[in-house]
């Protein structure tokens, strides 16, 4: 999965690895970033405009085909590098929030139970 502008505008495509099959546009309009749902049925992208696109995905006769594209919800910030993060079902998504500018580092934590209590 790549995107590339060769169009002259930004497109999210598939391509069978290791072939044999060409590359298949999943975004019918412009858009970026996509990202599998863990099942592979679903290929989730960003468009232009901020909305999260999900694309269904289907194998038929060993080729890869793209179903119906449907916007799932909108208002993020196109310019930010993948400002979203499917779970692994697709169900929920992690959504960052605000600007890069008022961005703070993350801490990862483990055994989080561990920690005192305020």
Avoid at 38 to 45: L, N, S, V, W
């Amino acid at each position: 999965m790549y995107d590339s502008n060769e169009s002259g505008q930004y497109e999210s495509y598939v391509v069978a690895y290791p072939g044999p099959g060409g590359k298949r546009q999943i975004s019918p309009e412009p858009g970026t970033q996509a990202r599998w749902r863990r099942d592979g049925k679903e290929i989730y992208y960003l468009s232009q405009v901020g909305d999260v696109m999900a694309a269904e995905m289907a194998v038929r006769s060993g080729t890869l085909e793209v179903g119906k594209v449907q916007k799932l919800f909108g208002g993020l910030d196109a310019t930010r590098s993948y400002p979203y993060v499917p779970t692994a079902e697709g169900q929920q998504f992690i959504v960052a929030s605000g600007s890069a500018a008022s961005a703070q580092a993350l801490t990862p934590v483990q055994n989080g139970s561990a920690l005192p209590r305020k």
